[in-house]
Nanobody, 115 residues
């Protein structure tokens, strides 16, 4: 089992920045993929960004150039740096960990972009 604990959400003005963190604990195998998904009200959950244990990354086109995903394998932690935030980035952001075909999810952290 893997447990994920997210932090870093909150209220930010348009154009501002936030950094989300997600720490994984439990039985961690490599290779694995860690990522961030988001779900806005009335919409489906969507992939924001993902990073493999070998540091390959993938981004949704809507965040490319504004968001940066990174990880610290020694700490089993993944980060999402979000710059130039827009109101449409408002959502609950969920951390995800994929290993050995099993998906694990964090509890979610709310990001609100509003003036």
């Amino acid at each position: 089992q893997v447990q994920l604990v997210e932090s870093g959400g909150g209220l930010v003005q348009p154009g501002g920045s936030l950094r989300l963190s997600c720490a994984a604990s439990g039985i961690i195998f490599s290779p694995n993929v860690m990522g961030w998904y988001r779900q806005a009200p009335g919409k489906q959950r969507e992939l924001v960004a993902a990073i493999t244990s070998g540091d390959s990354t993938n981004y949704a086109s809507s965040v490319k150039g504004r968001f940066t995903i990174s990880r610290d394998n020694a700490k089993n932690t993944v980060y999402l740096r979000m710059n130039s935030l827009k109101p449409e980035d408002t959502a609950v952001y969920y951390c995800n960990h994929l290993q050995l075909g099993s998906n694990y999810w964090g509890q979610g952290t709310l990001v609100t972009v509003s003036s």
